[in-house]
C-alpha cells in the first residue's frame, strides 16, 4: 500500500507532498533486490539556488551492494548531465529503514535513509546528509510495451518550475498515443488551484520515456514541467530532469500509482472518479461547482424493469427521471439524461463550496459519494475532428462552427461554449434556463479574474455568461488575439481565480484581421443562439 497527499492548508508561502508505504512486519536486506528507478528532489543547505533534481537508476543485490547505479539531473541554473558507473551500499538498521550510501553521482550522491514496502515494490526516503528533499522510488518489475502502460493513475508531485515551489496530488488518465489527461489539486504560493490539462507522453518498449506538459497556454507555471518517468505495472516515479546537456529550471521529483479497481457487486454502483466535469470530461480532483453540467458514469443506475434511458423533455429540467434522483448535500439536483450507465445532471446552484455528499437512487438501491465542490470549475465543450480529440466547439455569430475547413482568424471574434462558472448575478435557481431570451437582465459569473488564453495570449472577452434559454451553459464571446500562432490545434485555456482548463484546442489559419468590420461573417453584442451541435453536447450523452 501507497498513500500520497498534500497539505492544501499550510503555512502561506511553504509547499509540502507526504508520500507513505507499509513497511514489512520483518525487514531484510533481501528486501531490496532487482532493478529500481528513484526520483530525487533535494534542497542543499537550505538555499534555493542549489536546488537539485536527478532521475536515478540502479541494481540492488539484495545483500547490501548497489550496482550500475546511474544518474541524470542538474542543479538549478545548470545544464542536465549523466553519470554512469556508480555504486553504493545499503544495510538495515534498528527502526526498519535502510541506511544507503551512494557514491559517484552529482545530485544525489552521500548519505540517503530509505523505507521500502512490505513487498519491496517502492521507496521512499530523504538525504540524511543535512540536506532536505525527497527520495521515491519503484521497483521495475518487467519490460513490457507501452500499450501496458494506459489507464488510470493517481499522481503526487513537488518541485520548482523557476518561479514558483509547487506540489500537489491528482489523477493522471494515460492513454495509447502521445498524451495523457491529468487533473491536479495544487499547492502553489500562498494558496491552492485546481489544474486540469493535456499533456505530452512518450513511452518506450521498456516503459522509460517522457511526460511533459503541453505546450504553453497559460498554465505552464503550474505545471510540473519536463519530466522522465520509469513505469512500472503499477506506477511509475519521475523527476524534474530534461535531455543531457539541455538547461532548463524545471526541478523536481513525482510518483504515479494506479490503483486497484473497487470490487464491483451487482445493483447500483457508482465511484467517486466516475463523477466527471460535465464538459471536459475531467476526473477528480476536478471538482464541481455550483449550476456546473457534470455527468455520473456508473451501473445499475436504473432499477431493473426500467426504462432503457429517458431524457428531460422541458426545463425548469426534473428531479427525477426513469425512478432515479440525484441529490448533493441533500439538494436535489436537475436531471438530463439518465440510463443505466450514465446519469447527466446539473450541481445545484444553491450548493456552497466544499466536501459535498452525492447520493444516487433508483427507487430500489441508493449509493454515496462524496466529492468536492468549489467556486469555480470551467470547462469547455469539444468534439472529435479529423486533427484533434479535443477541439474546442466554437462557433460564429451566423451559428456556423470553427472547424479544420473552415478555421478561425486571427482578431475574429467568435463564442466558446463551457460550464463551470459557478454563482452567477443575478442568480439562477437550478434547473431553469438562462435569463435573456424576453429582455431580461442576463447572468454573468460574479468571478472578476475570468481570462481566455489562445497559444498562450490573452483574447479579449467582450461577453460571458449564461446562454439565454438554457441551463448550465455558459458562453465566452472572445477575439482572438491578432498574434495568435496559426495551426490546426492552437492550445485554448480558461482560467477562473481558483481553476486552469488547458484541454481543448482549435484550428487557426490565415492573415489577422485588423477590425471587426474586416470580418465578413459580423459580430454581435447580442448572445447568439448555440449550434445544435452544442445542443446535442449537454442534452445527450
Not at 519503484?138 to 493517481?154: Q, T
Not at 523536481?252 to 451487482?266: E, I, M, N, R, T
Request: proline share 8%; net charge negative; hydrophobic share 40%.
Amino acid at each position: 500500500m501507497v498513500l500520497t497527499g498534500v497539505a492544501l492548508e499550510a503555512p502561506a508561502g511553504s509547499v509540502d507532498l507526504v508520500i507513505a508505504v507499509r513497511e514489512a512486519d520483518s525487514a531484510a536486506p533481501a528486501l531490496l533486490q532487482g532493478a529500481y528507478t528513484l526520483g530525487a528532489f533535494l534542497l542543499p543547505d537550505d538555499d534555493p539556488s542549489a536546488l537539485r533534481s536527478a532521475l536515478i537508476s540502479l541494481q540492488a543485490d539484495g545483500e547490501g551492494r548497489l550496482q550500475d547505479v546511474e544518474e541524470v539531473g542538474h542543479r538549478r541554473g545548470e545544464r542536465n548531465a549523466i553519470r554512469r558507473g556508480a555504486t553504493g551500499d545499503y544495510a538495515l538498521t534498528a527502526d526498519g529503514s535502510f541506511r544507503v550510501n551512494l557514491t559517484g553521482i552529482a545530485q544525489a550522491g552521500g548519505a540517503h535513509a530509505w523505507f521500502a514496502s512490505a513487498d519491496g515494490n517502492y521507496i521512499v526516503g530523504a538525504p540524511n546528509n543535512g540536506a532536505k528533499g525527497l527520495v521515491v522510488g519503484v521497483r521495475k518489475l518487467s519490460a513490457a510495451a507501452p500499450e501496458g502502460f494506459v489507464g488510470f493513475y493517481r499522481t503526487g508531485h513537488i518541485g520548482f518550475d523557476g518561479t514558483f515551489f509547487h506540489s500537489g496530488v491528482g489523477t493522471a488518465t494515460l492513454r495509447r498515443g502521445s498524451d495523457a489527461l491529468t487533473a491536479r489539486r495544487l499547492r502553489i504560493a500562498d494558496g491552492a488551484i485546481d489544474l486540469s490539462r493535456r499533456d505530452f507522453l512518450t513511452l518506450s518498449d521498456d516503459g522509460a520515456g517522457w511526460y511533459s506538459p503541453a505546450p504553453y497556454s497559460g498554465g505552464a507555471n503550474f505545471a510540473l514541467g519536463v519530466d522522465d518517468p520509469i513505469f512500472t505495472a503499477g506506477g511509475g516515479v519521475g523527476a524534474g530532469v530534461d535531455a543531457t546537456g539541455q538547461l532548463s529550471e524545471d526541478l523536481g521529483a513525482f510518483l504515479l500509482l494506479q490503483p486497484p479497481f473497487p470490487a464491483v457487486s451487482s445493483g447500483l454502483f457508482v465511484v467517486p472518479t466516475s463523477i466527471v466535469h460535465g464538459a471536459s470530461f475531467s476526473r477528480p480532483p476536478t471538482p464541481l461547482a455550483p449550476g456546473l453540467l457534470s455527468t455520473i458514469f456508473g451501473q445499475g443506475l436504473i432499477a431493473p424493469g426500467g426504462p432503457e434511458s429517458e431524457s428531460a423533455s422541458q426545463a425548469p429540467l426534473p428531479t427525477e427521471l426513469a425512478g432515479v434522483r440525484v441529490t448533493v448535500n441533500g439538494i436535489a439536483a436537475p436531471l438530463i439524461f439518465v440510463s443505466a450507465a450514465q446519469i447527466n445532471f446539473q450541481v445545484p446552484t444553491e450548493a456552497g463550496p466544499g466536501m459535498a455528499s452525492i447520493v444516487v437512487s433508483n427507487g430500489q438501491q441508493q449509493a454515496e459519494v462524496r466529492r468536492r465542490i468549489a467556486a469555480t470549475s470551467p470547462g469547455l465543450f469539444f468534439s472529435r475532428t479529423q486533427n484533434s480529440e479535443f477541439a474546442a466547439i466554437i462557433s460564429r455569430a451566423d451559428g456556423s462552427l470553427v472547424t479544420p475547413a473552415s478555421p478561425a482568424r486571427p482578431g475574429e471574434t467568435v463564442v466558446f461554449w463551457s460550464t463551470g462558472f459557478g454563482a452567477t448575478q443575478p442568480a439562477v435557481r437550478s434547473g431553469v434556463p438562462n435569463p435573456g431570451l424576453d429582455g431580461t437582465t442576463l447572468a454573468r459569473p460574479v468571478d472578476p479574474n475570468i481570462s481566455l488564453l489562445v497559444g498562450g495570449l490573452p483574447a479579449t472577452i467582450l461577453f460571458v455568461g449564461g446562454t439565454p434559454g438554457f441551463v448550465g451553459l455558459t458562453q465566452i464571446n472572445a477575439t482572438l488575439p491578432r498574434e495568435a500562432p496559426l495551426g490546426d490545434t492552437v492550445p485554448v485555456a480558461l482560467v477562473t481565480s481558483n481553476a486552469i482548463q488547458d484541454q481543448s484546442d482549435m484550428p487557426i489559419a490565415g492573415a489577422p484581421l485588423l477590425t471587426e468590420e474586416d470580418d465578413d461573417r459580423g459580430s454581435s453584442s447580442t448572445p447568439p443562439t448555440p449550434s445544435n451541435q452544442v445542443r446535442r453536447t449537454w442534452r445527450t450523452p
